[in-house]
């Protein structure tokens, strides 16, 4: 399975695909509404592949740039029976992360908590817990339903979820002023 996450000034999101083929690159491509050359895409990225065995890498795309992770199926499943749709390129991005600076930490328990992503880890490394809360800070700027840019919002029933507007507006959420 692989990570596809679109990375412009403005926010960052991510779509999943098993495989890397031309007409997977093409459907990631619609869903993360950007135009590329599949074909063009896959030569560019393979160009930067880290090792023969995990195709992985980064190419510019008209909108920003376009990074590509290889993760394997026993960790997107574990991430995606915990957190929302929209967060799971921000964990997986964390878990590698963390897996570079502390490979042996173990999750304790990930999950959304008042429309933030909570990371809790079996580790007292700094680095590791620092990763930890920036992944935090990011899932507060970050639609936890379809991974546009997104800010705190509030169910009817006062449950608190980050959200786009469209998604809000989906969902009957409405915006929580910070100042309010
Ligand atoms: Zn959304």
New binding site residues.
């Given amino acids: 399975m692989y990570v596809l996450t679109l990375l412009t000034p403005a926010h960052a999101r991510s779509v999943t695909v098993n495989e890397l083929t031309e007409q997977a690159l093409t459907a990631a491509a619609q869903t993360l509404d950007i135009t590329i050359d599949a074909a063009d895409t896959a030569r560019r990225l393979a160009a930067t592949y880290l090792d023969s065995r995990r195709v992985e890498g980064r190419t510019m795309v008209p909108k920003g740039i376009l990074i590509v992770r290889a993760v394997d199926d026993s960790t997107a499943e574990f991430f995606r029976r915990r957190v929302p749709a ?1 967060w799971l390129g921000l964990v997986l991005e964390l878990d590698a992360a963390l897996r570079a600076v502390d490979p042996d930490t173990t999750y304790t328990d990930v999950k959304p908590k008042w429309g933030e992503l909570r990371v809790y880890l079996s580790t007292d490394n700094e680095r590791a817990l620092g990763l930890a809360r920036e992944a935090t800070r990011r899932s507060r700027t970050i ?1 936890e ?4 840019a ?1 800010t705190l919002h509030k169910s009817p029933w006062g449950w608190h979820r980050t ?2 507007p ?2 809000a507006a989906w969902m009957g959420h409405t915006a929580v002023n910070d100042e309010g």
């Fill in positions: 929209g639609c339903v379809c991974g546009a997104g959200l786009c469209k998604c």
